[in-house]
């Protein structure tokens, strides 16, 4: 069992920035974490996964070259720095566990599959 608890939301302008944060119960070093996002009335999307041992990192097309996941294995948190903020950035941002096969090809867009999830963290860009 890993409970995950994110943090870091809020309200910013267009062009700001945000660092979102997800603290997990348990070592996180062997498992693929995923950030995913959903907006009102549009369903759950991946945004980026890592995989920190095995050296991968994806993102999703809308946010590559503005966001960066990163994770701490020591202190078992995952981040994800948001640059370049815009308006269709607003959602409810969620990171999950799973396991470490996800982090390959498009797996880790696969929701279905994260065994366990945060309760997510309000993000709202204002144009």
């Known amino acids: 069992q890993v409970q995950l608890v994110e943090s870091g939301g809020g309200s910013v302008q267009a062009g700001g920035s945000l660092r979102l944060s997800c603290a997990a119960s348990?070592?996180?070093?062997?498992?693929?974490m995923g950030w995913f996002r959903q907006a009102p009335g549009l369903e759950r999307e991946g945004v980026a996964a890592?995989?920190?041992?095995?050296?991968?990192?994806v993102y999703a097309d809308s946010v590559k070259d503005r966001f960066t996941v990163s994770q701490d294995n020591v202190d078992n948190t995952l981040y994800l720095q948001m640059n370049r903020l815009r308006p269709e950035d607003t959602a409810l941002y969620y990171c999950?566990?799973?396991?470490?096969?996800?982090?390959?090809?498009?797996?880790?867009?696969?929701?279905?599959?994260?065994?366990?999830w945060g309760q997510g963290t309000q993000v709202t860009v204002s144009s």
């Open positions: 890592i995989y920190l041992t095995g050296g991968f990192a």
């Open positions: 999950a566990a799973g396991s470490w096969a996800l982090c390959s090809g498009s797996s880790w867009r696969r929701i279905d599959a994260f065994a366990f």
């Open positions: 348990a070592s996180i070093s062997s498992r693929c």
